[in-house]
Each structure stands twice: as C-alpha cells, then as structure tokens.
C-alpha cells in the first residue's frame, strides 16, 4: 500500500517536472511611460549609478544599500556593485552600451539571493507631444529555477509592476523641476 503512494507521489512529480520543463525560460519584460520633458533632462538619471537612489524602486527596497560605483557616469564600463538585505539583494550593474540622450544598455548580474544574468534596457523616445517616452525593459533566460517559480508566481507581473514604480518616480522627479 506504501509502495502505491509512493509511486503515486514519484509519478505526480515527475509529470510536474516534465510540465516545468516545458515553460518558456526566455523572457522580456517591457514597461513604459510617457514623461513630460526633453530627454536631455531625464537622461543623467539613467546614465549615472549614484542616481539611482532618486528614482529607482530597487534602490528604495533597502534604505542602507551598501554600493561601490567604479568608472565614469555615461561612460561603458560605468559599475555599481550592490548589497543589500534580503529583499533587494546582492550584485552588480554594468553599463555595456550608451547612446546619449537616447538608451542605456545595462549587465544585471545578480547574486542573492538566487544568481541570474540578465540585460536591463533603458530607452528615450521623442513623442510628438513634446514628451520623452521612457522604456525600462528587462531580458534574459531564467533557467529552471525561474520556469519553477513562475508555476505559482507571475514574475512579469512582480518585475514590470516594479517598473512602473519606477517609471512614474522618475517621471515626479524631472517634472518637479520645471
């Protein structure tokens, strides 16, 4: 009888296994929002680590956030390693690419409190309306873990949501200054 349930059990978590395995491990996470100002004014608050903490509700998560900011602010190569408590975590940002006034192409490489590799995008847009539209987007492959976790949790939904916070942070800030 024993021996029934525990093949039982076997089965069952073999078949969720398999269904694991199957669920898409890459993804893009995309939010935007339309600020009312040139790019020019937003652009330094993207392509300088030491600002972060203005806007960035990741920064905000862990008020005594140990960071180290090495090389120049707009400048490839520009890092912030970071560590933080439980809930902001631990790593490094890497500037891979900048294009003045127009995108910020960032390494995230995380290591607390799971290790993950991903690429941050941070992208100005003119509207016609005289605004900038500001993209922060998020792409990577999450691996096993990560098809896991989105079984019971939509991580799109947890990440992007911080995007937003984001988004309308900095959108406060530069429009508080005209």
């Known amino acids: 009888m024993i021996g029934k349930i525990l093949m039982s059990i076997i089965a069952v978590l073999a078949i969720f296994l398999g269904y694991v395995s199957t669920r898409e491990g890459q993804f893009n996470y995309s939010r935007s929002g339309v600020i009312n100002a040139?790019?020019?004014k937003i652009f330094p608050y993207l392509s300088d680590f030491s600002k972060g903490g203005e806007w960035s509700p990741y920064e905000k998560i862990d008020p005594n956030m140990k960071k180290t900011i090495?090389?120049?602010p707009a400048q490839v190569g520009q890092a912030?390693?970071?560590e933080g408590n439980s809930d902001a975590g631990s790593g490094r940002l890497e500037m891979l690419r900048v294009i003045p006034n127009?995108?910020?192409e960032i390494k995230l490489i995380m290591t607390?409190?799971?290790h993950a590799e991903n690429i941050v995008t941070y992208k100005l847009t003119p509207e016609a309306s005289g605004g900038t539209r500001f993209t922060w987007s998020m792409s990577g492959d999450g691996g096993y873990l990560t098809k896991l976790i989105s079984v019971f949790i939509d991580c799109e939904k947890m990440i992007a949501g911080q995007f937003e916070v984001g988004i309308?942070?900095?959108k406060t800030l530069i429009e508080a200054q005209k």
Do not use: I, Q, R, Y
């Open 70 to 72: 090495t090389g120049s």
């Open 80 to 82: 912030m390693d970071f």
């Open 102 to 104: 127009e995108l910020v």
């Open 38 to 40: 040139p790019a020019e």
């Open 112 to 114: 607390k409190p799971v």
């Open 168 to 170: 309308n942070n900095l």
